[in-house]
């Protein structure tokens, strides 16, 4: 006879990028404090592999790539990760196979990022039990849910009508159809396939997704009602995680230093994420703004951020000039820190859910400068659902960059901003406490994954 209760190794399948590890990383750390094994299961990828080898305690295994680079450019990136899914199903299934031989068979379950849906044919073939994991917020699964329904035909269709445009998601008011998530994935016959694979929980008993009751509790609603599996808000991981989580590029320290010199909330934040790239026209606008406004700047340049410039040495003289005056950068920021900071009183972010969910634990309000996607949904909700920040729409300028981090550093609506974000942070916090709603949730799925392997069979 198999004891299966004795089984506490967890693997996690990750998307090798910035935005999906990080959250992974801190789920694991979250379930080794709890006596689980973690093993991470990565794709060939040189520099998600360097940073994840940092995580302690963490054991890690390959997943053999079969996609050509060369191939991966041709195509949408929707297309590309239907590619991947496909070409990766088989590799996979050999490396669990290796697992079990090699650890004596004592995998719990398999923790995978929703868009490793190719996980799933290896848990059923090898009977294991799996959990999908949601980086991102439980409105965007919602609007996944949503396109995956639709025809791409018909939608294209109804949406040149200005009244199915405008017309609002049931349960999900202020969204409305045109605000789903459909630029900068490729064509939308290709995104609506992804989604309807992304939706399909197959054999996966529950799903996990990093965020909390207070933030999405419309949303996390409609999920459980539509969804036939368990659904688990663990936010916000990053703080009850020891650590933040591997980064791809280097942390330069030394803004902490820069910031200890500065005011109580005095200083913009801008960080524009790991992916996302500027024209240097907007970037000329948005640096006019900012030493126009007379509030002190610490600016994330990341290499190839800005197109046509290869990092900090080859920005333009003026910008150089008006940083030396006023402002500080840097490659690559320790966020979760910076926004920590007593000196930092707002963030100018493009969006993306792991920055919005550290600036709201922090209440640091926001503007919102989103390049596509899911940023300008989650934008949408900084604005107009919590009321924490303003987005920018349209081309940048250096007259509403001004105007804008006045309104959030300077004027009464931007103290408004800060006293909603703080609150936020509150109730955030109240969720991770013992008997808060994320406490709960973590307890019932640690619960769930024990039970998955309490039974014996021959």
Same mark, same amino acid.
């Given at each position: ?9 967890? @693997?996690? @399948? $990750?998307?090798?990028? #910035? ?19 973690? =093993?991470?299961?990565?794709? #060939? /990828? ?8 940092? @995580? ?28 991947? +899914?496909? =070409? ?16 004596? +068979? ?34 965007? #699964? ?8 639709? *025809?791409?035909?018909? /939608? ?6 200005? %009244? &199915? ?47 909390? +009751? ?10 459980? #009602?539509?969804?036939?599996? !368990? ?32 005011? $109580? ?28 406004? *007379? ?5 994330? /340049? ?39 900071? $007593?000196?930092?009183?707002? /963030? ?5 859910? *792991? !920055? ?9 309000? &926001? ?6 996607? %899911? ?67 973590? =307890? ?8 998955? *392997? ?5």
């Amino acid at each position: 006879m198999e004891n299966r209760a004795e089984k506490r190794r967890i @693997v996690l @399948v $990750p998307v090798t990028a #910035q935005g999906h590890v990080t959250p992974m990383m801190q789920l694991g750390e979250a379930l080794q404090l709890k006596g689980f094994s973690i =093993t991470v299961a990565q794709r #060939q /990828f040189k520099q998600i592999s360097s940073s994840l080898q940092h @995580v302690p305690g963490f054991d890690f295994v390959t997943i053999l790539e079969s996609l050509p680079q060369s191939e991966s450019k041709k195509v949408g990136p929707a297309e590309i990760l239907m590619k991947l +899914n496909k =070409t990766s199903e088989a590799s996979f299934k050999e490396c669990i196979s290796q697992l079990l031989l090699q650890q004596g +068979n004592d995998i719990a379950c398999i923790i995978y990022d929703k868009l490793m849906y190719f996980c799933e044919a290896a848990a059923k073939e090898f009977n294991l039990p799996s959990v999908i994991f949601s980086s991102s917020s439980a409105t965007i #699964q919602v609007c996944y849910s949503v396109l995956s329904k639709l *025809n791409a035909e018909k /939608f294209l269709t109804d949406m040149k009508d200005p %009244e &199915m445009q405008d017309k609002v998601l049931e349960g999900l008011h202020p969204l409305r159809y045109r605000d789903l998530p459909t630029s900068g994935f490729g064509p939308l016959e290709t995104l609506l396939e992804m989604c309807r694979e992304v939706v399909n929980t197959r054999t996966a008993s529950a799903i996990i997704i990093n965020t909390a +009751n207070c933030l999405e509790s419309s949303s996390l609603s409609r999920l459980q #009602q539509e969804l036939e599996i !368990s659904v688990y808000p663990l936010d916000p991981l990053h703080i009850t995680a020891s650590l933040p989580g591997p980064s791809l590029l280097q942390e330069d320290m030394s803004c902490v230093g820069w910031l200890n010199k500065q005011k $109580p909330r005095s200083v913009i934040y801008i960080s524009l994420g790991s992916k996302a790239h500027m024209e240097t026209k907007e970037l000329l606008e948005m640096a006019w703004g900012l030493a126009n406004s *007379n509030q002190p700047f610490l600016w994330v /340049f990341r290499p190839g951020s800005i197109l046509g410039s290869n990092g900090i040495e080859s920005l333009p003289e003026e910008i150089s000039k008006m940083v030396s005056e006023r402002g500080y950068i840097v490659k690559w920021a320790p966020q979760i820190e910076v926004l920590g900071h $007593p000196a930092v009183g707002g /963030f100018w972010s493009h969006c993306g859910w *792991n !920055s919005i969910l550290e600036s709201i634990s922090e209440g640091v309000p &926001m503007i919102c400068r989103p390049f596509q996607g %899911e940023q300008k949904l989650n934008a949408m909700y900084v604005e107009s659902v919590w009321r924490i920040g303003i987005q920018v729409g349209g081309e940048v300028e250096r007259g509403g960059v001004e105007r804008d981090v006045k309104r959030l550093m300077m004027d009464e609506e931007g103290a408004d901003m800060r006293e909603r974000a703080l609150d936020l942070k509150e109730k955030l916090k109240a969720s991770v406490r013992s008997g808060g709603s994320s406490y709960n949730a973590s =307890t019932s799925c640690i619960i769930r994954i024990i039970r998955m *392997n309490t039974h014996t069979k021959c």
